[in-house]
């Protein structure tokens, strides 16, 4: 059973409107949560994270939020710029160990 | 040559070949791991290496056998492997698996990943 999921396999945004990415994840145990970016042939980067004792961090246009209650995150990127069509990935991690376990991504498209 | 370097970065093998995945992290990290990512499948965790010493293997296949000699190398041999092992396979690196940044998190730099076919 996977423990974070995308729901949304793909979105479309026009250029300079806001772009939402959503994530649910079902572990309690889960503290710390990452968003990765993919371009085609090239490895995942990272994005931004944020603890769970947050509910929101901003990285210049990047803004995740984070509701525990509802075991729910979101990656908030504002203005969209083509350059930011990319997989997005959210990824948890938690005690025991710090592994990740990462979401099925999220193909944003924006366009000009 | 910077960050983690993957070779090679696509490889086409029958199901009696043996082959070898290579990675090489120039960041002076500690942990090194694999991952596959099937095509609409999440990123499944293969294995993972914390100061050369095997840490984690998620029930992968023995046709699947990681080496670490040192702590920037990773290798992923390959054998008998079947068509639905064709997949993206990517190494990653990180400071340490169980030690945590600042920011509390375990940040993994990823290579671009060896493209693998298995006919």
């Known amino acids: 059973d996977q423990q974070v999921k995308q729901n949304s396999p793909s979105l479309s945004v026009q250029e300079g409107r806001i772009s939402i990415l959503n994530c649910d994840y079902t572990?309690?145990?889960?503290?710390?949560f990452l968003w990765y970016k993919k371009y085609p042939a090239e490895g995942p980067t990272f994005l931004i994270s944020?603890?769970?004792?947050?509910d929101k961090n901003e990285d210049g246009r990047f803004t995740v939020f984070l509701n525990k209650s509802a075991k729910h995150l979101s990656l908030h990127i504002v203005p969209s710029q083509p350059g930011d069509s990319a997989v997005y990935f959210c990824?948890?991690?938690?005690?025991?160990?710090?592994?990740?376990?990462f979401g099925g991504g999220t193909r944003l498209m924006v366009k000009p | 040559e910077t960050g983690v370097t993957q070779t090679p970065r696509h490889l086409v093998m029958g199901m009696t070949n043996k082959k070898s995945l290579k990675c090489e992290q120039h960041?002076?990290?500690?942990?090194m791991y694999w991952y596959k990512q099937s095509a609409k499948k999440p990123l499944e965790l293969m294995f993972v290496?914390?100061?050369?010493?095997?840490?984690e293997n998620n029930s992968v296949p023995s046709r699947f056998s990681p080496e670490c000699p040192n702590s920037s190398h990773l290798f992923l041999h390959l054998h008998t492997l079947q068509p639905e092992d064709s997949a993206l396979y990517l190494c990653?690196?990180?400071?340490?698996?169980?030690?945590?940044?600042?920011?509390?998190?375990?940040?993994?730099?990823f290579g671009a990943g060896s493209r693998l076919t298995v006919l």
């Open positions: 990653a690196s990180s400071q340490d698996d169980r030690v945590r940044l600042f920011s509390g998190a375990n940040v993994l730099t």
């Open positions: 572990n309690s145990m889960f503290d710390y």
């Open positions: 944020i603890s769970s004792i947050k």
């Open positions: 990824a948890a991690s938690g005690a025991p160990g710090n592994m990740l376990t």
């Open positions: 960041l002076g990290h500690n942990a």
């Open positions: 290496y914390n100061f050369k010493e095997q840490t």
